[in-house]
């Protein structure tokens, strides 16, 4: 079956520690999208990326970082920079705008 | 800067009502609208979209937009307890490649 996974489901970081959450596609999807929620927040995003090689901050990007280096895999990185990553982080992929969204199940970072 | 907004809520409606969701726009090119149902714990899931002025009826599912006046709705009639869960209202952009969300509502429907 098609469709997003994001590993790993739950994830803790000790202070100063980066950390790497993936997100695969096999749904032959060009876009991609890293979201963080938050309680109350909605939905916040980080990064994007519509081609391989090629990718945009978003309205949150301080303290991540990406890569897309293939059009299945899109893995964001949570640097020691980033002072308050707990949250909710959610990939999504979509093949045009009008199609909406589909995301993977999601991670859920602890800073420990 | 775009913006969704989703009134406040939460909602609480009595079993076998009709829950009725609202939403405003911002930016008037926005072509694409999607309604998000997000349980407790888990990812989003699209449960509806619309593209032309109207109704769009899925079962129990009702989405109407009004662009003239930057509005979309989501009514659930006979709701249901497993329709408790927060509700994402979504609108692309004319000059982006990315939906806008508003914060969402959260509906508890009382057994």
Redesign the interface.
């Known amino acids: 079956d098609g469709g997003i996974t994001q590993s790993p489901k739950y994830l803790f970081r000790k202070e100063g520690q980066n950390v790497t959450l993936s997100c695969e596609q096999n749904l032959n999807h060009d876009?991609m999208?890293w979201y963080r929620q938050d309680p109350?927040?909605?939905?916040r995003?980080i990064y994007?990326s519509?081609i391989v090689n090629d990718f945009q901050k978003?309205d949150i990007a301080e303290g991540y970082s990406v890569s897309r280096e293939k059009k299945e895999s899109f893995p964001l990185t949570v640097t020691s920079a980033q002072k308050n990553p707990t949250a909710f982080y959610?990939c999504a992929s979509l093949p045009a705008?009008?199609?909406?969204?589909?995301?993977?199940?999601?991670t859920r970072l602890t800073v420990v | 800067q775009k913006e969704v907004e989703q009134n406040s809520g939460p909602l609480s409606v009595p079993e076998g009502a009709i829950a009725s969701l609202n939403c405003t726009y911002s930016d008037r090119g926005s072509q694409s609208f999607f309604w998000y149902r997000q349980y407790s714990g888990k990812s989003p899931e699209l449960i509806m979209s619309i593209y032309s002025n109207g109704d769009k009826e899925d079962g129990r599912f009702t989405a109407q937009l009004n662009k003239a006046s930057q509005y979309v709705s989501l009514l659930i009639r006979d709701s249901q307890p497993s329709d408790s869960a927060t509700y994402l209202c979504a609108a692309d952009g004319v000059a982006n490649s990315k939906l806008t969300f508003g914060k969402g509502i959260t509906l508890s429907v009382r057994p």
């Open positions: 876009a999208y109350g927040q909605g939905l995003l994007y519509q978003g959610l705008l009008s199609y909406g969204y589909t995301f993977g199940s999601g």
